[in-house]
């Protein structure tokens, strides 16, 4: 809401900033192989509850992510937009991005987001004298963590509803589309998966075409299990914090 530089509100330009990316150079020779590219460009991932044939935005295609900006009217002589990162000590990746970006036309200045004062300037309203919401003080901010833990997309209104923006929610991109809210709200309503399916694909539409944000990575996890532990196979992802891991229903193989 309220960029710098008012084109950053059009998709063209967000769909650009991704085909602008060699993300399999970002994640094996930059990040070491500990992330993965996404194989679904939406905040959630469980495959019931996205669409089919989803933009994967990938391969890199710089031709494409040039003529986006020219359609879009981007000049590349435009002022570099605000751009911030989190943790305040620069990840690797994030100066790769920032060339990659440049190699389209499209500049950043970078700054580190402080951590005794993160919740606000990622959240907050960049003037918060004033009574409407005038958006973040940044055009673009680096951090991690989006997306739902266990891929599903239960909790994902708190992040993408119109209505969570700060103080109410974690809407830091201030994204607002009255479909996908009426969409999310509708499958909620369902009591069966079958019910929900329809409604959440068509809000994964949404996001992948509007592109609010944008999962650069997906992270690997290992855990290691014991070979008489029962149980664990069952679950979606091991992890404390994970729904449908199911912990009361392990139990130990006798040898």
């Known amino acids: 809401k309220n960029p710098s530089n008012p084109l950053l509100l059009d998709k063209r330009v967000r769909q650009a900033l991704v ?3 060699d993300r399999d150079v970002l994640v ?22 996205v669409a089919d044939d989803l933009e994967r ?18 000049d590349p002589a435009s002022a570099p937009l605000l751009a911030r990162h989190y943790p305040p000590t620069l990840d ?13 036309g ?15 300037d990622f959240y907050g309203d960049k003037d918060p004298s004033t009574p409407e919401d005038d958006g973040p003080a940044y055009d673009v901010a680096f951090v991690y ?11 994902s209104d708190e992040f993408l509803g119109s209505t969570r923006v700060n103080p109410a929610g974690l809407n830091s991109m201030r994204f607002a589309n009255e479909e996908w809210d009426q969409e999310f709200a ?3 309503l369902e009591t069966t998966r079958e019910g929900q399916a329809p409604h959440f694909q068509r809000a994964s539409e949404i996001f992948n075409d509007e592109l609010p944000y944008i999962p650069l990575y997906q992270r690997v996890d290992y855990s290691v299990v014991s070979d008489t532990l029962k149980g664990p196979e069952n679950a979606t992802i091991l992890h404390p914090a994970a729904g449908g891991v199911k912990y009361w229903e392990w139990y130990k193989e006798s040898a």
């Open 19 to 21: 085909w602008a990316l």
């Open 28 to 49: 094996n020779d930059v990040l070491g192989g500990v992330f993965t590219v996404p194989e679904v460009m939406n905040h959630w991932i469980q495959e019931w509850a």
């Open 57 to 74: 935005y990938y391969p890199q295609n710089v031709d494409k992510a040039k003529a986006l900006l020219a359609e879009a009217g981007w």
């Open 92 to 104: 690797p990746d994030v100066p790769i991005i920032q060339s990659m970006w440049s190699d389209v």
């Open 106 to 120: 499209v500049s950043l200045d970078l700054q580190p987001l402080p951590d005794d004062t993160f919740f606000q």
């Open 145 to 155: 963590g989006f997306g739902t833990l266990d891929g599903s997309p239960w909790g």
């Open 186 to 188: 509708a499958a909620l």
